[in-house]
């Protein structure tokens, strides 16, 4: 990732990438996705980490070391562990060592997935963790499959298993201006939800927002700001009070 | 759900790097995107509508509305009874008996304040915020008097006509007999070229040793039992046996007198008051006038019987005080609800006292605080303290000297007092033990959301502790708390004296240039050899532990001598009255009579300090990056051409406040070897030398005399504060913060300070507000002393400077205190708005 307004134009990258992938320009550095191998030696000596890597590769003990140093915090937060993403569930073998590693010292572990996964591992994960934070974007599964690239069948089977299950769960609506605000579709997630089996989840409505813009730039993709924009005070008001209709528990936020 | 900690643990951690909102909207005007809008009472206030300004009812609108628009300005009247007095009587009379004639002849004859609409009553000088000055301490030049009336910042106006009078009065009489003179004729060269230099400050060259605060006595005696008390003590001396029995006698003779003082004081008051209700018509303000001059004949002679008579009762004790001798960090009435409870609690439950009826008389006494500007300070002093605040400080909650909860309806009342006034004075701070109940600790943080940067927060376990290993009894150790800033002692039984803050970052840069300040080429120090010689780490640590003990013992040599000008020209024999042992031992507060006497060293700039070292440690013996010519090249030339080299440092370095035992264990070496050179070292007073790590204003000043440092700091740029983090350099998120905090040992000081600053919107919701109590808790748990909050974002700082008039009531939290942001300099402006902003927990 790199941040224009950061750099001092200092050329250290420029010097030490191994492919000539990168180049200064009057308005900074400009990498050439072609050549760039993904080493990271360029943000090994950028001064002031305007290059940078994201992500680290840690192991379950490197993992736990951080997280154990939050220990006396949690305790008195009542707090724990979410384990997110990108969506974890793709990369469950690590997740579940994760979630074993937590159990053990007792920390309280929850997981935030957009549901899309195999059923079989859902629940293996499921039954190592204590709470769940899960998507519900859209009930219509063509609009669905439009909007994210995937139908939501299996997204609901795995909400319903889950439910059914005795799992917690916060279900989590991303709410957008003219994609899923309408009447229509949240009738219907209030009605899907309302019928679920087991606990009573908590519905947390989140008004779209466009804090990734800043991110996209850093990793010099193009956003697309406008398409998608925050639904007025007053739809966000209505959405409530359709859940409040069919007796389930929603807020703004969360 | 989301948990104030419940860690992300992303197979992609992006969401650390979320950009702020401010960020997303770009570079526009920081009026519009400031989450807090000029003239706007606070973040989460009402509008006033058509009320004058903040307050439960119309009195107490009037009132506050008064103290807050007037202006400071000086008052020469106890100057000119003092030098007359002296002229007259100096010789005749032991000190002590002399400084309590002084004062009773000032009570006697000052000039009162009677303010419509006042329930509490009593004021230093004539009109509010009118200051006296302390001529057998500072005696104020033509000049100075001259520069107060003009600087920009913390003016105190005086007529030229009382400049006259000063001029041929006041000042030819104490040339060569003031405090201040006495000590800088004494000190030696060593000792005066370090404090130019700027390597520490003296707190006691132009004010009295203060900190004074009060135990629960004078709710329980008034100053006929005092009397009573010092006669018996003076009928017991053995003058045969007891070496120090005149010399006591002499003491308990002016205690005796200044209980007069006191006493007069107040009659006074009384009669004016009988005197205004015989001319009054209205009934209810007749009945209100009489209750009044009632109040004031019984209190202080005797110990009050209603809240009304115990708020009074306080008041007159501060008054006096700071009327005989204004200490540093003046007066204090401790734990103010739980010395008020009984009083509550009788006349709630005969019916005698509304809860609105106690609320206004808090109220009241709140906008006298506030009337009483601090005395101005000249020279070194006055850069380094750049405030009107004379930080007296309500502590509310903690414990009680039986180790139970001592929060009560009155610790809510004042907690409302703290919000709906919000004044620079007094200040608060609530006391969180794991006994205190939530409801309380969730009112606080409240209080704290609005912003003004009060009240501020302490662990009663952990100051219990540190008073118990100074080896205070645990009664008095529960019993006491915080007096201004940070700073704590046992009330009512403690002089605890901080004699200086100690400029820890220029003993560093001392250090890199063999003892010699690099600002002006004069050596300063000790020798400890040139640092392009040493081969490894442990020799430049060496060097700068060399420089550390010889400064601190040059600070603690003068300390003591000042110590003793105190103890034999300037006795406070009112304060010794009401400070426990003062009478028992015939002692003055000033002369070891206190159970108690501890002087303070304060230490600042840890997180400099530490992102110094460990700049050198990393990169020139360890990493070897860049060799020590580099990097000493580079701080003379303030990183001028070398941005490179600047910029790798400040990304590049593991510094202070990120949970990275890399730079805490430099942290933890250098607190250490700091609480070594310090502690346990006697004074004068049969006490000792301790240490707390507090900066005040200082850390602005201490940074304007400094180049460069090798962690990146620019030359003049402000050091750290406190015990916080380097400003930009926890980049770890607050709980990173207080793990680093928590690796040192708090308990082995008097205090620690800690600034954290949250965006207003992420503490919108009831929730939010229940996550900062769990990081307070968190942070006593593991050993915490004390953190503080300013809750405003850098938008509306901004916002605050380029509109000062629109801003006129943005407090701020400077250090230990909070401050009106436009009566700041624009250093200490640039100072908060650097401060790490956090955009979550």
Request: charged content about 25%; glycine content about 8%; proline content about 4%.
């Amino acid at each position: 990732m790199y941040s224009n307004d950061k750099c001092i134009s200092s050329g250290e990258c420029v010097k030490n990438c191994p492919n000539d992938a990168l180049t200064l320009t009057p308005d900074g550095i400009v990498t050439n996705a072609d050549l760039c191998a993904m080493c990271g030696k360029c943000a090994d000596v950028c001064p002031t980490k305007a290059m940078e890597m994201t992500g680290q590769l840690m192991t379950t003990d490197e993992v736990m070391t951080q997280i154990k140093k939050e220990t006396i915090l949690m305790d008195t937060s009542e707090g724990g562990v979410t384990f997110s993403g990108g969506e974890p569930l793709l990369h469950h073998k690590f997740l579940i060592e994760m979630l074993d590693a937590c159990g053990k010292e007792g920390i309280h572990r929850c997981i935030d997935t957009t549901g899309l996964a195999n059923s079989n591992i859902l629940m293996e994960v499921a039954g190592k963790a204590e709470h769940f934070l899960y998507d519900l974007k859209l009930m219509d599964s063509a609009k669905h499959k439009e909007w994210t690239g995937v139908p939501n069948e299996k997204i609901l089977e795995n909400l319903k298993l889950l439910a059914a299950s005795g799992m917690n769960m916060n279900i989590r609506i991303p709410l957008i201006k003219g994609v899923n605000d309408d009447d229509e579709n949240i009738y219907e997630s209030a009605k899907f939800i309302a019928t679920l089996e087991g606990k009573k989840p908590l519905v947390n409505i989140l008004p779209f927002h466009n804090i990734a813009a800043k991110k996209y730039e850093k990793l010099g993709v193009h956003y697309e700001k406008g398409i998608m924009d925050e639904p007025s005070i007053e739809r966000q008001k209505r959405v409530l009070e359709i859940f409040e209709e069919h007796g389930v528990n929603a807020m703004i936020g969360g | 759900m989301e948990n104030i900690n419940h860690i992300k643990v992303g197979i992609d951690p992006n969401g650390a790097n979320l950009p702020s909102i401010k960020e997303l909207l770009g570079k526009t005007d920081s009026i519009q995107t400031a989450e807090r809008n000029a003239a706007s009472e606070g973040n989460f206030y009402e509008p006033l509508g058509d009320k004058i300004g903040p307050g439960m009812n119309s009195r107490v609108q009037r009132l506050r509305k008064l103290s807050f628009e007037a202006e400071p300005s000086i008052s020469i009247e106890r100057a000119l009874h003092q030098t007359a007095f002296y002229k007259e009587h100096y010789g005749k009379h032991s000190i002590p008996v002399l400084r309590a004639l002084t004062f009773l002849d000032h009570c006697e004859k000052k000039t009162l304040y009677f303010g419509e609409d006042e329930l509490i009553v009593g004021e230093r000088g004539p009109v509010p915020k009118a200051v006296p000055t302390f001529p057998e301490l500072t005696c104020h030049s033509v000049e100075d008097f001259h520069v107060l009336n003009s600087r920009d910042q913390q003016r105190y106006t005086t007529s030229q006509e009382d400049i006259n009078t000063y001029a041929k009065e006041v000042i030819p009489y104490w040339e060569g007999r003031t405090q201040r003179e006495r000590i800088f004729n004494h000190v030696p060269d060593t000792w005066k070229r370090a404090y130019e230099a700027g390597l520490f400050t003296e707190f006691m060259e132009q004010r009295a040793p203060g900190h004074t605060v009060l135990d629960g006595k004078i709710y329980k005696k008034g100053m006929l039992d005092f009397k009573k008390e010092i006669q018996d003590h003076i009928d017991s001396l053995d003058y045969m046996m007891d070496a120090e029995a005149n010399d006591k006698a002499e003491q308990l003779k002016a205690m005796a007198i200044s209980c007069d003082a006191s006493i007069v004081f107040a009659e006074r008051h009384a009669d004016l008051a009988e005197e205004r209700a015989q001319t009054e018509s209205d009934p209810a303000k007749k009945a209100e006038l009489l209750k009044i001059a009632e109040v004031c004949r019984w209190v202080p002679a005797n110990a009050p019987r209603t809240f009304h008579e115990a708020v009074q009762m306080y008041w007159f004790v501060h008054l006096g005080t700071i009327t005989e001798l204004n200490g540093w960090d003046a007066m204090n009435p401790g734990h103010f609800d739980q010395h008020l409870t009984p009083f509550y609690e009788k006349e709630i439950a005969e019916g005698t006292l509304t809860r609105e009826e106690a609320k206004e008389i808090i109220c009241c006494m709140w906008v006298k605080v506030n009337n009483h500007t601090a005395p101005p300070k000249v020279g070194i002093t006055a850069k380094e303290s750049g405030t009107y605040n004379d930080f007296t400080n309500i502590n509310i909650g903690g414990l009680k000297s039986d180790g139970s909860n001592g929060v009560s309806e009155v610790s809510f009342i004042l907690l409302e007092a703290v919000e709906e006034l919000h004044l620079l004075q007094p200040g608060s701070s609530v006391h969180i033990s794991p006994k205190t109940p939530d409801k309380f600790l969730k009112a606080a943080c409240k209080v704290i959301r609005q912003g003004h940067g009060y009240p501020s927060v302490f662990s009663p376990e952990t100051y219990i502790t540190e008073m118990i290993a100074m080896g205070k009894s645990l009664t008095d150790a529960r019993e006491g708390g915080c007096s201004g800033c940070i700073e704590v002692g046992a009330f009512g039984k403690e002089a605890f004296v901080l004699t200086g803050y100690l400029n820890v970052p220029k003993i560093v840069e001392i250090t890199l240039n063999n003892g010699v300040d690099p600002v002006t080429g004069i050596f300063v120090g000790t020798e400890s050899g040139d640092p392009r010689t040493f081969k490894t780490y442990q020799e430049l640590y060496d060097a700068f532990h060399k420089q550390v003990k010889y400064i601190v013992d040059l600070k603690i040599t003068v300390s003591n001598y000042i110590d003793t000008m105190f103890a034999k020209y300037a006795p406070a024999p009112f304060l010794s009255v009401v400070i426990e042992d003062c009478i028992s031992t015939g002692k003055d507060y000033y002369n070891g009579g206190p159970r108690y006497n501890t002087n303070y060293i304060q230490c600042t700039g840890l997180g400099t300090v530490t992102d110094s070292l460990s700049t050198l440690k990393y990169h020139v013996f360890e990493e070897k990056t860049f060799d020590m010519d580099r990097i000493l090249t580079a701080v003379a030339n303030n990183f001028k051409d070398d941005e490179i080299l600047r910029q790798t440092i400040v990304n590049r370095t593991p510094f202070f406040g990120n949970d990275d035992d890399y730079a805490d264990d430099i942290a933890l070496q250098v607190y250490d070897d700091l609480v070594k050179a310090i502690d346990g070292k006697p004074n004068i007073k049969g006490g000792e030398f301790h240490l707390n790590m507090l900066s005040t204003t200082c850390h602005v000043y201490f940074g304007k005399v400094m180049g460069a440092t090798p962690n990146g700091r620019l030359a003049a740029k402000s050091i750290s504060d406190g015990t916080s983090p380097s400003h930009g350099c926890d980049t770890n998120g607050p709980s990173a913060v207080i793990r680093s905090l928590t690796k040192l040992d708090h308990t082995r000081s008097g205090g620690t300070l800690l600034n954290q600053r949250f965006l207003p919107s992420l503490l919108k919701r009831d929730e939010d507000i229940a996550k900062l109590g769990k990081l307070i808790r968190s942070y006593f748990t593991l050993g915490g002393h004390h953190i503080q909050f300013n809750i405003v974002d850098t938008a509306t700082l901004k916002a605050a400077q380029e509109n000062p008039e629109d801003y006129k009531d943005l407090l701020v939290r400077m250090a230990g205190y909070s401050d009106y942001f436009n009566d700041m300099n624009p250093d200490l402006q640039q100072e908060v708005i650097d401060r790490t902003e956090n955009d979550s927990f």
